[in-house]
């Protein structure tokens, strides 16, 4: 059966104190509203609606980012959860199969979480997600009825015998969609909220005979993120589980906890990282690579065998291939650097290729940006580029050639040259000793001028 997404995000988030709607909030490098989408991959729905309202257009560039498949549809005026999923109505249109309801603000349900759900609904009308609370607090709550669900009542509607009750709706609901569409309709905002609770489905369906239940998962799962602090929670959560995934897929972090890993972070086996290392969106890197500490990566590419760090700065656009060294106060963008290319101390390669086997001197920097536009510069297999070597780009190094240390280099070197760009030496017997008693004389007689 063909499912599709329903992923609510109208809500305002006034708790988070922001001029960013509340789903937009990054978790990991991706706002969280991507986070609840890709939970919700391993169904592959066939569709994805996201109901946007606060920052809409802000909403629509995020999703047209990350996911431009995914449609956003308004729900101008937020009058309750019944209400948003009403809004999905039209864009749904001519999809038959199964709705399921993921709420923008609680993006950890877990894969194997929504495919239970995805279970039960063999032998339920609907089926809901709910966890048992440590702290209960305001979450609507599953009244149970053996393994049927009566009804949810929110918290606001409560009884002092309901509210005492601890398994609650994380807002996760699966459902048909023609008899969803047709349940919401009955749903009307007699509570003390007066909203359209989305939550009334469960008791309209139970009136009508139908079968309804629930389905537990961890409670960490359906975290709700109302504030900073919950956020800064949701960063802990996921980075926790990331860095364990990593570790059982045979990476080896040595001081996990200091790791900082992005939503899209791909590390093959046998890969070593150091501590302090933050990998930002878009970084892959191979197996059997080193990245070593309190090194800063992000839209990058690592092969095999490179050594990166301590103290590398990859950014995006940055290649490395295979055995490529890049050492300490290194910083790489947009620039591919083949096989066994080293460049080890304090430079910066910017708008660049590097050849194979070239070794890049200490303190060499492509010059590529002219105040106005940035610029190329090309570099040869088996060249060397001396220390302190200013690459004036446009420019070009063949192979096999040589630059000689502290040149400014402004035009091409052709293969198998040797390019100087500098002052020529001068050296002037006995003055230094001369210049010396100099100074010390000028000294003096300013420190008697004084007194
Ligand atoms: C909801 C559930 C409650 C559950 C809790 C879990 C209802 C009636 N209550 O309560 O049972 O325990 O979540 O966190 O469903 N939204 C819209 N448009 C609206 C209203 C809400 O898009 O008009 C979105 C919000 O942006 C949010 C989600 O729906 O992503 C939930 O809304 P919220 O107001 O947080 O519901 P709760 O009161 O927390
Ligand atoms: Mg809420």
């Known amino acids: 059966m063909s499912t599709a997404l329903v992923i609510l995000a109208a809500g305002k988030g006034t708790r988070m104190n922001s001029d960013q709607p509340k789903v937009l909030h990054q978790i990991a490098g ?5 986070h609840a989408m890709r939970s919700a991959e391993a169904l592959e729905p066939s569709r994805t609606i996201v109901v946007a309202g606060h920052g809409l257009v802000d909403v629509q560039a995020a999703v047209a980012d990350y996911a431009p498949d995914v449609e956003v549809v308004e729900q101008a005026e937020q009058k309750g959860t019944a209400h948003a999923v009403d809004a999905a109505r039209e864009a749904l249109a001519g999809f038959q199969g199964d709705v399921i309801v993921l709420f923008g603000d609680t993006p950890f349900v877990r894969a194997e979480t929504l495919q239970n759900m995805v279970a039960a609904r063999a032998d339920h009308a609907v089926v ?4 048992e609370a440590a702290d209960p ?3 609507g709550r599953l009244i149970m009825n053996g393994d ?3 009804a949810i009542v929110e918290f606001a509607d409560a009884s002092d015998e309901e509210r005492a009750v601890t398994f609650c ?3 996760v609901m699966l459902s048909e969609k023609s008899a969803l569409f047709e349940m ?3 749903i009307e905002a007699e509570n003390a909220q007066e909203e359209y609770y989305l939550t009334d489905v469960v008791s309209i369906a139970r009136s009508r005979g139908l079968s309804v239940t629930a389905v537990a998962c961890d409670e960490s799962e359906t975290l709700g993120i109302n504030s900073r602090a919950h956020l800064a929670q949701a960063e802990a959560i996921f980075q926790t589980r990331a860095r364990t995934e990593l570790m059982d897929m045979g990476v080896t972090l040595q001081q996990p906890e200091t790791v900082m890993l992005s939503f899209d972070t791909v590390i093959g086996r046998d890969t070593v990282i150091e501590p302090n290392v933050f990998f930002g969106p878009d ?4 197996s059997g690579v080193h990245i070593r500490a309190f090194s800063h990566l992000e839209g990058c590419h690592v092969s095999r065998g490179a050594v990166v760090g301590p103290y590398a700065r990859l950014r995006p656009g940055a290649e490395l ?3 490529v060294r890049i050492g300490n106060f290194v910083e790489v963008k947009n620039a591919a650097l083949d096989t066994g290319a080293k460049v080890n101390h304090l430079s910066y390669i910017g708008d660049a290729t590097v050849g194979a086997a070239t070794n890049i001197g200490a303190g060499t920097i492509t010059c590529n940006y002219d105040g106005v536009m940035k610029h190329q510069t090309t570099i040869g297999a088996n060249a060397f580029i001396g220390s302190n070597t200013m690459l004036v780009a446009p420019v070009s190094v063949g192979n096999n050639a040589m630059t000689g240390s502290g040149s400014v280099i402004t035009k091409d070197v052709d293969a198998n040259a040797l390019a100087i760009a500098r002052a020529a030496q001068v050296n002037k017997l006995g003055l230094a000793s001369k210049l010396f008693e100099l100074l010390k004389m000028k000294k003096k007689n300013r420190y008697q001028e004084a007194k």
């Open 30 to 34: 991706a706002p969280m509203l991507v």
């Open 169 to 171: 709706n994380s807002g």
């Open 184 to 186: 919401i309709d009955a």
């Open 283 to 286: 970084v892959t890197i191979e």
């Open 137 to 139: 607090g305001k979450y």
């Open 148 to 150: 049927q669900l009566d």
């Open 128 to 131: 809901v997600l709910g966890f």
């Open 321 to 323: 291939a295979e055995d």
